[in-house]
């Protein structure tokens, strides 16, 4: 029994330490234990001895190897004092470094014609460029200036560009270009002209009451020109007309001439027009006048190869010697002799200006079939002769006029001058940075011009009855009474007024030309711009 007693005894502590056994497998190690785990696996992982020491021996030693051929030499011998053979470093992996360059966005321009890359075209080329215009393919609408030589508007559908988009010729300009339609002009300037053979009966009646005169018969399409008799016409070409011939030309050192004059038109409906004063086109005959003879023409008609004024004795030191231009040499050459040039300047400034009035309401007819009356300029050039009494007699105009120096050298200042102040008058060159001609920001918008700039008549704007109501016409002008159309039509007026450069409004008229023009005969619109300018005037004399 005691026996028993003992042996159930031990059984019972050998289960309770093999329970403690247990549970001190299931407890979690001490602090202790962890760390002298971690000290065992530090150490074995730079033991050579085992696979991790080994692998990591090899890496630190490929990368030693590796940082000791890049480093630069003399970083080597600064560190280990030592001097390495000079070799570069060959990674197998190269780096392409690709070099981004960025364009800001400018506007575009292209051109229109028969050759468009002619070299007629090249001087202005040269200033769209400089004025930081892109020229650009024909293939796209995103296009800000269209530079068109030949009459783009039977060809290209214009009629719905976007507001911003110029082009630089009006529809309709052959009205004034075409030379038939511009010598029978009905104008005190023009020389009596006569169609055929519509006009056949007219033309005998003049002749006959002038049996003096002499006459030309003219082809619309070229130069072919010559005085004949009036039993040599031919008065059955349909392609022809007839026109007096001025036979007593001003002549310089015996030379006749004829001077041409770029003339802007910016606006139809309000007209404003603009001449280049920078200088004036003078080229002269290269046979000397007299003694005349009808068949040789290079007496009488101008030609490309003509004489320019650096070869005319008299002429050539004003422009050689002292710097001059061409229609400052010729004014010196006119005073010299004891005569005013200043006539001559007051007649072609106020024929160019009654032709234009004369053909605007059929610009504005045509104008009406395009969504922007506003997307055209016109830069033509005039041709006038001068009589011996200094009479001038308008001749022709020239839709697309030569700016190729390429027989001439000493005329390209002259062509890029001409170009250049026509681009800063019409808004193509600018001082602002910009990416298109589209408007600009409301406030760089506001900067460039603000209702201010465009306000007159403040003494009448302010008092009855203009306080109360814009229907009195001495009102209209007043800022409270101008509508958006008016304001973006003086806006436009008052920006080529800043940027006119060497450009002269001769529309609507200088007040020293009031006279020449009758204010009751002309449209509203014309009317209402005349008033502004003459209001500006009365506080800055610039506008005068």
């Not at 033309?203 to 002499?214: I, S, V």
């Not at 004014?331 to 605007?360: H, N």
Request: hydrophobic share 35%.
């Amino acid at each position: 029994m005691t026996d028993k007693r003992k042996e159930g005894t031990k059984k019972t502590d050998d289960r309770s330490k093999a329970e403690d056994g247990a549970n001190t497998l299931n407890a979690k190690p001490s602090s202790s234990v962890i760390h002298r785990r971690l000290q065992e696996d530090r150490a074995s992982l730079f033991d050579l001895r085992t696979t991790s020491g080994q692998i990591l021996f090899i890496v630190v030693t490929v990368a030693a190897v590796v940082l000791v051929q890049c480093l630069p030499n003399d970083s080597l011998k600064s560190l280990l004092n030592l001097q390495l053979p000079r070799q570069h470093c060959k990674p197998e992996v190269q780096f392409v470094e690709k070099k981004v360059v960025s364009r800001e966005s400018r506007p575009k321009y292209w051109v229109f014609g028969r050759n468009p890359t002619g070299g007629h075209l090249l001087h202005v080329h040269n200033v769209l460029q400089r004025l930081g215009i892109d020229q650009t393919s024909n293939d796209t609408t995103d296009w800000d200036l269209l530079w068109a030589h030949d009459y783009p508007f039977r060809k290209l559908n214009l009629q719905r560009m976007q507001r911003h988009q110029l082009v630089n010729h009006f529809p309709g300009s052959g009205y004034i270009t075409n030379k038939v339609d511009l010598s029978t002009t009905k104008l005190q300037y023009i020389p009596a002209a006569f169609k055929l053979p519509a006009e056949l009966t007219q033309f005998r009646e003049y002749a006959k009451t002038n049996p003096n005169k002499q006459f030309v018969q003219k082809h619309n399409q070229h130069r072919h020109i010559q005085i004949k008799r009036t039993d040599e016409i031919d008065f059955s070409n349909n392609d022809t007309f007839i026109q007096e011939f001025i036979d007593d030309p001003l002549l310089v050192d015996g030379y006749k001439f004829d001077i041409g004059v770029y003339t802007v038109i910016t606006s139809i409906d309000p007209l404003r027009v603009y001449i280049y004063k920078g200088d004036i086109l003078f080229r002269y005959c290269p046979v000397p006048y007299h003694p005349f003879n009808a068949s040789d023409v290079d007496k009488y008609i101008v030609g490309d190869d003509y004489l320019p004024t650096w070869e005319v004795p008299s002429l050539k030191p004003y422009y050689t010697k002292y710097g001059f231009g061409m229609k400052d040499s010729f004014d010196a050459y006119v005073r010299s002799t004891g005569r005013d040039p200043t006539t001559i300047w007051e007649q072609v400034e106020d024929a160019i200006r009654l032709l234009i009035l004369k053909k605007e309401p059929l610009f504005t007819g045509l104008l009406s079939r395009y969504a922007y009356k506003r997307n055209f300029f016109e830069m033509m050039r005039f041709d006038l002769v001068v009589d011996n009494k200094l009479k001038v007699h308008l001749m022709e105009a020239n839709m697309s006029p030569n700016l190729s120096s390429a027989h001439f050298k000493p005329n390209r200042l002259l062509y890029e001058q001409v170009i250049y102040n026509l681009f800063q008058l019409v808004g193509v060159g600018a001082s602002i940075q910009r990416d298109s001609f589209r408007k600009q920001p409301l406030d760089t918008e506001a900067m460039l011009t603000s209702l201010k700039n465009l306000a007159t008549a403040a003494n009448l704007c302010s008092e009855l009855p203009c306080t109360e109501s814009c229907a009195p016409v001495v009102c209209q002008l007043c800022s409270t009474c101008l509508e958006e159309q008016d304001i973006d039509d003086l806006q436009r007026a008052y920006r080529e007024h800043m940027n006119r450069g060497d450009m002269k409004r001769i529309f609507p008229v200088p007040k020293s030309d009031q006279h020449r023009v009758d204010y009751e005969l002309l449209s509203a619109k014309n009317q209402f711009m005349s008033k502004w300018f003459e209001e500006k005037c009365k506080v800055d004399q610039s506008y005068c």
